[in-house]
Each structure stands twice: as structure tokens, then as C-alpha cells.
T-cell receptor, first 114, second 112 residues
Framework: DVKVTQSSRYLVKRTGEKVFLECVQD?????MFWYRQDPGLGLRLIYF???????EKGDIPEGYSVSREKKERFSLILESASTNQTSMYLC?????????????FGDGTRLSIL | GENVEQHPSTLSVQEGDSAVIKCTYS??????FPWYKQELGKRPQLIID?????GEKKDQRIAVTLNKTAKHFSLHITETQPEDSAVYFC???????????FGKGTLLTVNP
């Protein structure tokens, strides 16, 4: 069974801090994704990666960056956290092709920026 | 890019009734259409998916239909049970689309 593990379930940070959200998958999937989930807005793609060191912007990349140094790990970075980045963050992975295969989600990180 | 519209945003049914959730998509290149169920406080989980070479797919009480010409697809849940209460998301992707685009979700409540 696919396991996608996010490092924290809950996180509280202050405005201006640099925040790291970590995600690890154990199925050797090529693709990894970061989504943001807000009530009434569904799942919005922030960034995705289709290979090590490769990344593509999603629909809402502003204020975020990502890092994928190893195939199993995909990190989301908030360069300077702001209150409007308070949200639920979901990581997912899938085999190729990235839009044509089931995505497997982690449990999510609920991030609060004070 | 792809745009997915999902309706209704909330749906309340009595236990044993059927529930139908509908989605439309804009990009005719999309060829993969999954449905996810997200229970309160839990991760989204795939419950059924369909590809564009198939018009209908069933799995016990759940079925999905796809109309490529009209660019819409629907989730049908029969004999609903309280444990079906959750938020359901549709999505479209594949083909020339490198990502899945999700609908905004439907909160389904099944009343005992």
C-alpha cells in the first residue's frame, strides 16, 4: 500500500518565518505534488515535481518554493510566511504520467501563521 | 488550462436514497477522471476512476458515467449509508494535461 507521510499534522509559525513542510513517499513514484486546501476552494496545486531536481509551478505558486533532492522526498518552503498562508497543505504522489494516474495523498499539515 | 466545475456544493439525502454529483470539464484533451472521498479530518482517498475510452464504471454501490461529447461526468451512489457522509471531489487530467484539476467539492450528508 502506498504511504505518503507528511512530517507534521499541525504547525504554528509566526509571520516572516521561513517554514519547511516535508513529504516522503515509499512507492518510488516519479511525481510528487503540493496542494493547498481551503474551504469552498477545493484542492489547488502549488507546485509539482516529475523527477529529482525538476519542478513545475502549479496554479498558486506565489510565496512558495519547493525542493526535491531525492526521489522519495518533496519539500514545500514558505520563504516568508504570511497570515494568508494559513491553510491545510496536502502532499501527494503518483506514477507517470502526472495527470493520468491516481494520486495518493498524505494526511495533511494544518499550518497556522500568527 | 483545464477548468472543472462541480455541483452541487452540498447534498443532503436520507439513508437508502441515491446521490448524484456532477462535474463538467473544459479541455477535451483530458482523458482521466478520478473521484476522491475525504472524510472529516482525513486524507482524500480515491474511490473510483474512469478513462475516456470507457463510458461507465461500477464498483458495488458506486458508479461513474462519462459523456465525452458533453464533457461531463457524474458520480452515482446508491443505497446511501451514514458512512458515505464526506466531501467528494472530482478531477480531470491526463492527455496533454500534466496535472489533475480538481472540482471544489461536494459535502454529502446522509441522514439516518
Amino acid at each position: 500500500d502506498v504511504k505518503v507521510t507528511q512530517s507534521s499534522r499541525y504547525l504554528v509559525k509566526r509571520t516572516g518565518e521561513k517554514v519547511f513542510l516535508e513529504c516522503v513517499q515509499d512507492m518510488d513514484h516519479e511525481n510528487m505534488f503540493w496542494y493547498r486546501q481551503d474551504p469552498g476552494l477545493g484542492l489547488r496545486l502549488i507546485y509539482f515535481s516529475y523527477d529529482v531536481k525538476m519542478k513545475e509551478k502549479g496554479d498558486i505558486p506565489e510565496g512558495y518554493s519547493v525542493s526535491r533532492e531525492k526521489k522519495e522526498r518533496f519539500s514545500l518552503i514558505l520563504e516568508s510566511a504570511s497570515t494568508n498562508q494559513t491553510s491545510m497543505y496536502l502532499c501527494a504522489s503518483s506514477p507517470h504520467p502526472p495527470g493520468g494516474q491516481p494520486q495518493h495523498f498524505g494526511d495533511g499539515t494544518r499550518l497556522s501563521i500568527l | 488550462g483545464e477548468n472543472v466545475e462541480q455541483h452541487p456544493s452540498t447534498l443532503s439525502v436520507q439513508e437508502g436514497d441515491s446521490a448524484v454529483i456532477k462535474c463538467t470539464y473544459s479541455d477535451s484533451a483530458s482523458n482521466y477522471f478520478p473521484w476522491y472521498k475525504q472524510e472529516l479530518g482525513k486524507r482524500p482517498q480515491l474511490i473510483i476512476d474512469i478513462r475516456s475510452n470507457v463510458g461507465e464504471k461500477k464498483d458495488q454501490r458506486i458508479a461513474v458515467t462519462l459523456n465525452k461529447t458533453a464533457k461531463h461526468f457524474s458520480l452515482h451512489i446508491t443505497e446511501t449509508q451514514p458512512e458515505d457522509s464526506a466531501v467528494y471531489f472530482c478531477a480531470a487530467g491526463g492527455g496533454s494535461n500534466y496535472k489533475l484539476t480538481f472540482g471544489k467539492g461536494t459535502l454529502l450528508t446522509v441522514n439516518p
